[in-house]
């Protein structure tokens, strides 16, 4: 079946982007990791690793899911002057099987995996006893998380899916079979249960360590609590997710960074606070780099001061969630006319906003950031996957389980934590839905939401349901201080129905691989 074989073998093949010369960016090609030649020494095995934080494996998924579902999908925003079928489907929330987005993502996951398989294997076989067992399972595990990360992301999207753990053997059995979610997310804990054990405590900024590890455990024990639950989660499961995101919280030595609206800039890429982030190079070209920087408003904020054609605008509904004391987080994640952002284009004044538009990820030109390099497909903005922030709201919502509401010190303590930076005031008690709001105010436009409501419909599915056909997403505009929404929305949201949270298999693979449309088997 070529489509399956187009999906998969070409990993074997593709070629990595080359870095800058600092930090671990310094990457070989892709063809030179595949020699039986390679993986002979500690530097060659993290050298082999770093390819898998960005540049080609990533990119595929971070320019057409990343976004795009965790955000656009689940009504924060969308491009409102690029308009057509898929981006329409995204915001309407009625996804085919030939949305563009739904087939690029699903092939950049698995691209990732393959890139993972890859290395897992090639540090098993060629590397010498020379090398301490240490630091050779610190390369599988660096490997092993960030193919759990690519795992997570496909059950969250499409439920069961085929896990692949060698590649080379699809060449003789192409055809596979979905796997049960339940048993998906088990292959994602088993991952990272190797990577919690096997990854240092501390290592350079930019890789993973057992924090890294841990806090991505407690999400996924807290998803997996709720999957089936008919109304309750697994409290096996939450003990998991308070257990391992606790240890982060009380144990890594690690603090939110001071101020909420310099994390995101890129001379703060790798701060402690961030746990995973994928790893970008400038000047690298499109299809190696990360394009988020394109969402930008205006030329003037743009590399050479050109390429914005597409800003990301946020919807009233996200608008209406921050309170009068929220502008901190406010700015910092969107802009509404008349905001002055003197970072960028600093050189000319800064920059004051004309409307609505996404502010994270938009770091300015070249000047702004000290970057001649940096150019329309590759912005050098290391953008965090998981943050500490999200493991204290992890923690919080763990401690508080299957109860309507808590007001245990511990969960307040980290809860409040979140806020007091952004300099709102703490809450006495938590509630589901306070914990929903704060995490989409705190992660808006860091591919997070849409992820938090599939979570929410395993276990209360018409909440997650409701919210969603509650949204106005229609764009706003603000005058004097006071913000509308307009008449009409971009396109007309469908209601959402319980398939709603369950991405349809891409058509293509379905047509080279009918196995796909088969009941999922189990895998262990």
């Known amino acids: 079946m070529k489509s399956i074989n187009k999906l998969f073998i070409p990993l074997l093949l593709l070629v990595a982007v080359a870095g800058c010369k600092k930090s671990f960016l310094d990457r070989p090609s892709q063809s030179q990791i595949a020699s039986n030649n390679f993986y002979q020494s500690t530097k060659e095995i993290r050298l082999a690793t770093a390819n898998l934080y960005g540049g080609a494996p990533v990119w595929q998924w971070h320019s057409n899911g990343f976004l795009q579902f965790g955000d656009v999908l689940s009504g924060n925003g969308t491009t409102g002057q690029y308009q057509g079928t898929d981006n329409n489907e995204l915001f309407a929330v009625n996804l085919s099987a030939s949305n563009g987005y739904v087939q690029s993502a699903w092939t950049g996951l698995y691209n990732l995996i393959g890139q993972c398989n890859n290395t897992i294997l090639g540090i098993q076989q060629y590397a010498p006893a020379t090398i301490s067992p240490a630091d050779i399972n610190a390369g599988i595990a660096e490997a092993k998380f960030i193919r759990a990360y690519a795992y997570f992301n496909l059950a969250l999207h499409w439920g069961a899916v085929p896990i692949v753990e060698d590649n080379s053997k699809l060449i003789e059995n192409p055809l596979l079979n979905r796997i049960i ?86 001379q703060n890429n790798d701060v402690p606070e961030v746990l995973f982030a994928f790893q970008w190079a400038a000047g690298v070209g499109y299809g190696n780099g990360n394009m988020l920087n394109n969402y930008a408003p205006s030329n003037t904020i743009m590399p050479k001061k050109g390429g914005a054609w597409a800003s990301m605008k946020p919807t009233y509904d996200l608008y209406v969630l921050y309170s009068n004391k929220d502008t901190v987080r406010r700015k910092a994640t969107f802009m509404i006319n008349g905001d002055y952002y003197p970072e960028l284009n600093a050189a000319e004044g800064g920059y004051k906003a ?49 109860n309507t509401a808590t007001t245990d010190p511990e969960a307040l303590l980290y809860y409040n934590k979140v806020r007091a930076r952004a300099g709102v005031d703490p809450l006495s008690t938590i509630t589901l839905d306070t914990l929903i709001s704060e995490r989409r105010i705190e992660l808006a436009f860091e591919g997070q939401y849409w992820g938090d409501l599939v979570r929410l419909s395993y276990w209360q599915p018409a909440k997650a349901l409701a919210i969603v056909n509650a949204q106005n997403r229609a764009f706003f505009n603000v005058t004097a201080g006071v913000a509308t929404p307009d008449d009409s929305p971009v396109v007309k949201v469908l209601p959402a129905t319980a398939s709603s949270f369950t991405l349809q298999i891409p058509a293509s693979e379905l047509t080279a691989n009918p196995k796909l449309a088969e009941p999922p088997v189990p895998y262990y």
């Open 181 to 266: 979610v339940s048993d998906v997310y088990k292959f994602v804990i088993n991952d990272l249960n190797y990577a919690a054990q096997n990854l240092p405590v501390t290592d350079v900024a930019g890789r993973v360590t057992t924090w890294s590890a841990q806090g991505m455990l407690s999400k996924v024990y807290l998803t997996l609590a709720g999957l089936g639950g008919g109304g309750t989660r697994n409290q096996a499961y939450l003990d998991s997710a308070k257990k391992y995101a606790g240890n982060v919280c009380k144990s890594s030595g690690k603090t939110l960074f001071p101020s909420y609206y310099d994390l995101f800039k890129v």
């Open 354 to 402: 004309t409307g609505s538009s996404m502010k994270k990820h938009i770091i300015g030109n070249d000047i702004d950031n000290s970057s001649p390099l940096m150019d329309l497909w590759s912005s050098p903005e290391h953008d965090a996957v998981l943050r500490l922030a999200d493991v204290y709201l992890i923690y919080a919502e763990a401690i508080m389980g299957n």
